[in-house]
């Protein structure tokens, strides 16, 4: 069967036939997501002010702790650590927050465990599972996460009550204010980028448009490269296809010379700017684009939204989500099932029965 193309991506036919799950109801939900999450509360509050923190997770999970440290306004830094233990700095004075969202990350659980050896503070952040299980019984804050959605999915549960956890224990990551910004922006682009919405007056389908059949190359600047990085990962997770992130100005130093090669018609730039990015910064991107005008496939440019730090990110993350969607959509990609990623976990956890036996 043909794939849909633009003008049949808002047909409840095609959205039928290739999104049984009602992907873009979900995404459509986004907005009334996170204002829901701003209710979760952690079963106990921290007891004290971390000077350092810690976030443990992978793939989807830790998506909220690259969004906290770009967002963050505090002193004391957020790191992400995506990986089993936990880095060396890990003690007393350090909170380690474990973040999966189905309780059975192996990697986290594993970070959980050492942040716990390492005398370190540590919660969770779960819909459930051993990580929940682990964090019962060393009496850890645990925040429970609504079950029944994809990692990448429930961005909202997994983030925002990371702000009232952390608050909890004196640190104020990102201000109200930024907050009530930051979900108005994204309630107003669920109503402008939703499949109703027409061809003419959705970026999202539009970007689809112009990015064809290339295979994404997605640049960030030094705030707005996670949502390069999450762009990317939406890209291959709901589309099925190849895509790369990259981030300004380091991607002048080396990488730009990629585009020199033979390869560089088949792919296209996806530029993520930013109202707030620093001046040096802007001057580069106008350079960057006039080089690649003469090489790429194509480049297309968009631009945050929203007057907060918060805003802007989550603005271009959800952009991100409906581009991969309508990706997914346009080349008859259902974008709910992970075959690949199931088969190598069943793989894994397979492998690792054989060494405990």
């Not at 060396?88 to 309780?103: D, N, Q, R, W």
């Not at 299980?133 to 959605?149: K, M």
Request: hydrophobic fraction near 45%; aromatic fraction near 6%; charged fraction near 20%.
């Amino acid at each position: 069967m043909p794939s849909p193309g633009l003008e049949g991506l808002g047909d409840a036919d095609v959205l039928a036939r290739h999104d049984p799950r009602g992907v873009h109801r979900l995404l459509a939900e986004f907005p009334a997501q996170c204002r829901e999450a701003l209710g979760l509360r952690p079963s106990r509050e921290l007891a004290d002010r971390p000077q350092l923190v810690i976030l443990a997770g992978m793939g989807g999970s830790a998506a909220s702790g690259d969004l906290l440290a770009a967002a963050n306004r505090e002193p004391v830094p957020v790191i992400v650590h995506r990986g089993y233990d936990v880095p060396t700095a890990v003690g007393p004075g350090t909170l380690v927050i474990a973040s999966s969202y189905s309780g059975e990350t192996a990697e986290t659980i594993s970070a959980f465990a050492r942040a716990i050896d390492a005398g370190a503070a540590a919660c969770a952040v779960t819909s459930g599972g051993r990580l929940a299980e682990l964090a019962s019984r060393h009496d850890a804050p645990l925040v429970t996460l609504p079950s029944g959605f994809m990692p990448r999915f429930a961005l909202g549960y997994l983030f925002f009550p990371l702000i009232r956890l952390l608050g909890g224990a004196g640190l104020r990551t990102v201000p109200a204010a930024e907050i009530d910004d930051a979900v108005n922006v994204v309630a107003q682009m669920g109503h402008a980028l939703g499949p109703t919405s027409p061809p003419g007056d959705n970026e999202a389908k539009q970007l689809v448009l112009e990015l064809d059949d290339r295979i994404p190359v997605v640049y960030g600047g030094q705030t707005t490269a996670m949502a390069a990085y999450r762009w990317k990962t939406d890209i291959e997770e709901n589309a099925k296809r190849f895509a790369v992130a990259g981030t300004l100005p380091e991607m002048n130093h080396n990488e730009l010379e990629g585009w020199h090669g033979s390869d560089a018609r088949r792919l296209h730039a996806i530029l993520l700017r930013c109202a707030g990015e620093h001046p040096e910064l802007s001057a580069r991107f106008g350079i960057l684009r006039r080089m690649l005008a003469g090489v790429a496939g194509g480049i297309s440019e968009t631009w945050a939204r929203g007057g907060s730090r918060l805003a802007r990110l989550l603005s271009l993350i959800y952009l991100g989500q409906w581009t991969s969607y309508y990706a997914a959509i346009r080349h008859g990609v259902d974008p709910w099932p992970v075959a690949m990623l199931d088969q190598f976990k069943r793989e894994v956890r397979a492998a690792d029965g054989d060494r405990v036996a």
